[in-house]
């Protein structure tokens, strides 16, 4: 166990849908990053976020949007969905000081079908 | 982030050592290499981290050499439940606070037979 937590485990929806997937870093980790898992694309980083504020962003598209709350969970918001969205999505978490190997602890994840 | 290249697959034998060796060229002077493992439906699991030389732990060894434009991953007599996909990625480092996003290959899909 992690200590990081996803929700929902499954979600299945339809095209055109909106979901939110949950993450809750591990106790006391600051930085937040969200990674997407096809079986075509392999896992590839979406976005981050370090103590509420966007960090840095990488192959997002303009559909999913995400936000890290004061408590500094996290939430992923897919919208206008379509099949090729389904896939992993896992949520990773980070002490965020310097120093120490430089360790992310991954989520279970949240398997998105859209059907 | 330099990119990474390293066998699609190995297979061994429980018992055996395995060593997984990954080509990182442009590796930058300040990156990391970095190796994670993957069991299948689940979010990858840091093993190991280091910069140069050999870094040990309880589950595997890395060794880098001086021009540290590769590295080995090194798992002492391996199991079944070894079998996994090895990622190795090169970047970040703990200077940056926030830290940096992982950038995975392909990994290195080790299997092993009893």
């Known amino acids: 166990d992690s200590g990081v937590t996803q929700t929902p485990k499954h979600l299945i929806t339809a095209t055109g849908q909106r979901v939110t997937l949950r993450c809750s870093p591990r106790s006391g980790d600051l930085s937040v990053y969200w990674y997407q898992q096809s079986l075509d694309q392999g896992l590839q980083f979406l976005i981050q976020y370090y103590n509420g504020e966007e960090r840095a962003k990488g192959n997002i598209l303009e559909r999913f949007s995400a936000q890290q709350f004061p408590d500094l969970h996290s939430e992923l918001n897919l919208s206008s969905l379509e099949l090729g969205d389904s896939a992993l999505y896992f949520c990773?978490?980070?002490?965020?000081?310097?120093?120490?190997?430089?360790?992310?602890?991954f989520g279970p994840g949240t398997r998105l079908t859209v059907l | 982030l330099a990119k990474t290249t390293q066998p699609i697959s190995m297979d061994s034998y429980e018992g055996q050592e395995v060593n997984i060796t990954c080509s990182h060229n442009?590796?930058?002077?300040?990156?990391?290499i970095t190796w994670y493992q993957q069991f299948p439906s689940q979010g990858p699991r840091f093993i190991i981290q280091?910069?140069?030389t050999k870094v040990t732990n309880e589950v595997a060894s890395l060794f880098i050499p001086a021009d540290r434009k590769s590295s080995t991953l090194s798992l002492p007599r391996v199991s079944l439940s070894d079998t996994a996909v090895y990622y190795c990625?090169?970047?970040?480092?703990?200077?940056?606070?926030?830290?940096?996003?992982?950038?995975f290959g392909k990994g290195t899909t080790l299997s092993v037979s009893s």
């Open positions: 990625l090169v970047g970040g480092g703990t200077s940056n606070q926030a830290g940096t996003a992982l950038i």
């Open positions: 990773a978490s980070r002490r965020g000081l310097a120093g120490g190997p430089d360790e992310q602890f």
């Open positions: 280091g910069y140069k």
């Open positions: 442009n590796i930058a002077t300040n990156d990391y």
